[in-house]
């Protein structure tokens, strides 16, 4: 899920090298007007994706051409997860599911209130975790029931979710909030971070992360956020919205000021993919499918094209 911006919140505001785009990344081709506001695949064909004003896509050739469509939920969902071709769930005024490719859907949990659901982690055998505001859930039984985990406090919030594992998870959002979970989102411990908001988010595996923050910089923790070490800028010191990984070392980034970054060394140095001409914002990036696919404003959809073309798979 992307982080503290979205195109619902749009937020002004390292050294990356000059490229408004190269061949590695291809804009796809959509059917309608769509500001993305997140990504994901339920394999390498099929992804789904959410939109500003209701409106959502879905792909069948990997992401290179997206269908829109209106999901009737008459509010800008904020949150994407595709289980399956046909199974889809949205999220921000309440928890969404459908079964018929987003043509009909159905509010779970009772979690349709003033307060925006920002990012749902899928564990195993019903198993979610939710934050929403301020607030984490768990369901045992895929969204139908939630129980409180995390009540509301002031000053610390959240829009993203990240569970290296089953059971050790980071919520990360504004006010420099982290919180560390070691049993599934059942308990949580409020980690020290000292470095003001969180932009977006990624952790490697239980101990290993990395943090951007709104002022431009990035962090690492190499023991499960008890520390924190400053990398350096971010790149462009650019706002960045989302962080995605292949490994410790090879990460990819989007930013508010609308490009596209990839670093192969645990952000030492950063090399720029494309730079949107007309400065949209790219605000998710998702590696689910295989080939990496970013989106955001007007409709700006990135997808990977080396990876096919080296042949990773």
């Known amino acids: 899920m992307p982080g503290i911006a979205t195109p619902l919140l749009m937020l002004a505001l390292g050294t990356a090298e000059p490229a408004a785009h190269n061949s590695d990344w291809l804009v796809a081709s959509l059917d309608a007007s769509c500001d993305v506001t997140d990504i994901d695949f339920s394999d390498r064909q ?100 939630w129980d ?47 470095h003001g908001d969180i932009g977006a988010s990624d952790f490697f595996d239980d101990d290993h992360g990395v943090v951007a923050t709104a002022a431009g910089e ?16 971010s790149p462009d010191a650019a706002l960045l919205m989302d962080i995605a990984h292949r490994d410790a070392a090879h990460w990819y980034a989007v930013s508010y000021q609308g490009c ?3 670093t192969r060394d645990a952000g030492a140095g950063w090399e720029t993919g494309y730079c949107d001409a007309s400065a949209n914002a790219l605000v998710s990036i998702t590696l689910r499918g295989g080939p990496a696919v970013a989106g955001g404003n007007g409709g700006v959809v990135l997808w990977e094209n080396r990876i096919l073309k080296d042949g990773f798979d």
């Open 218 to 233: 990035l962090y690492a923790t190499a023991d499960g956020g008890g520390s924190w070490q400053l990398i350096g800028p």
């Open 148 to 194: 409180t985990r995390w009540p509301s406090v002031q000053d610390i919030n959240f829009d993203e979710l990240h569970f290296p594992s089953a059971a050790v998870g980071y919520a990360t959002g504004g006010h420099g909030s982290v919180l560390r979970t070691i049993d599934g989102g059942v308990h949580w411990d409020v980690l020290s971070f000292a």
């Open 260 to 262: 596209l970054y990839e």
């Open 46 to 145: 099929h992804g789904f994706a959410t939109c500003v004003f209701g409106s959502a896509m879905t792909t069948d050739d990997g992401g290179l051409s997206w269908t829109v469509f209106d999901t009737g939920l008459a509010q800008s969902l904020v949150f994407a997860h595709a289980a399956s071709t046909d199974e889809l769930y949205s999220a921000r005024l309440g928890f969404f599911h459908s079964v018929d490719r987003g043509q009909h859907w159905q509010a779970l949990g009772g979690l349709n209130t003033a307060s925006t659901v920002f990012d749902v982690y899928f564990g195993d055998a019903g198993h979610l975790v939710a934050i929403q505001g301020g607030t984490i859930f768990t369901s045992d039984d895929a969204g139908a029931h």
